[in-house]
């Protein structure tokens, strides 16, 4: 009811998990991207961003280091692959990787050492066991420790002292924020993960009172994971969602978030204004969608700001605060 009247602001709510999940989560550990030249795309972030190496897998790869760690963003070859996505990391409390394989072999997976739709695969890299899943949309979601900085040892919180960036970078990154899925059935999506996790729904991104485009909590402060329906429109003016399932955008936010100055420092890194607004942005431009409150934002439209790689994978940056919700840093979420 409070929701609905006019005048009444309210604060963003930190979720708990319903009751007592199977698989219980403490947010985003990492994203890892494929790209095209891993040096590239590590001069890239680094120059922006000014993040340190935490960890390296291989010769090239590297995890680059969010805020005060242990999130990363990973970089890694797409090996002739076309860039993308690749998996979001979720952490877990107590991880146990026999009792997760359990769980979920018990909720209809299959134990393969290949991906594809309902299967779990459990990866030993330098004796450190790293579990991946994928839903029925073949998304790729992979189980930590929280301490996990993929590094060695059986939980992977074994890293080296980070590797200093060597650019200071235009910005600050402080942490995760979210990442936006797109498969063939979002009603299918969110159950399946709120029955897993206990993910509660911290908003809609649809006029106050609607039951219509949900994301889900994932244990950590405001971090969250959205779904949405394959076939549909791209969120934030993005290109059509595929008709397989992908992973469209992952958002990082940062402190004391400007619009007008991430776009100064956007463009003094050589990242264009975005062009015709619709299709595949490209590579290399960045834009702001205004979210109105047709979509759950702010009565003069909440800001969210995009930028695309070397790749044209597509970045988000908002406010430390930003919960999916309206106002003008989108940090208002309903009760």
């Known amino acids: 009811m409070l929701a609905t009247l006019p005048g009444i602001v309210l604060a963003p709510r930190f979720f708990a998990q319903a009751g007592n999940p199977p698989i219980r989560t403490k947010g985003i550990n990492h994203v890892t991207l494929y790209v095209s030249d891993v040096k590239r795309s590590i001069d890239f ?195 059509a969602a595929p008709a397989r399932g992908a992973i469209n955008h992952l958002c990082m936010n940062m402190e004391n978030f400007n619009p007008d100055a991430v776009i100064k420092n956007l463009e003094s890194f050589g990242i264009k204004p975005r062009g015709n607004p619709q299709g595949n942005p490209g590579p290399m431009v960045h834009y702001i969608s205004l979210r109105m409150e047709n979509r759950g934002g702010a009565k003069d439209g909440t800001p969210e700001l995009y930028f695309t790689d070397p790749d044209g994978l597509l970045i988000q940056l908002q406010d430390t605060r930003y919960c999916g919700g309206s106002g003008a840093l989108g940090e208002i979420c309903p009760s």
């Open 45 to 239: 972030y680094q120059g922006l961003f000014g993040m340190p190496v935490a960890s390296r897998q291989g010769a090239t790869n590297a995890n680059l280091r969010i805020g005060a760690g242990p999130q990363f963003l990973g970089i890694t070859s797409a090996a002739g692959a076309a860039p993308n996505i690749n998996h979001v990391c979720m952490n877990v409390e107590d991880f146990n990787v026999d009792k997760i394989v359990g769980i979920l072999t018990q909720r209809g997976f299959t134990k393969s050492d290949e991906p594809g739709p309902m299967k779990v695969r459990v990866r030993m890299r330098e004796g450190t066991p790293e579990l991946y899943f994928y839903d029925a949309d073949s998304i790729a979601i992979q189980l930590q420790d929280p301490r996990y900085c993929g590094g060695t040892g059986p939980l992977g919180n074994v890293c080296p002292a980070p590797e200093p960036s060597p650019k200071k970078g235009l910005m600050a990154l402080h942490g995760w924020s979210h990442c936006t899925i797109f498969g063939s059935d979002a009603n299918r999506s969110n159950k399946f993960y709120q029955d897993l996790f206990g993910w509660r729904v911290q908003g809609y991104q649809a006029p106050a009172g609607s039951t219509n485009a949900p994301f889900l909590n994932t244990g950590n402060g405001v971090e969250f994971l959205m779904f949405g329906g394959g076939g549909g429109g791209g969120r934030g003016g993005a290109a």
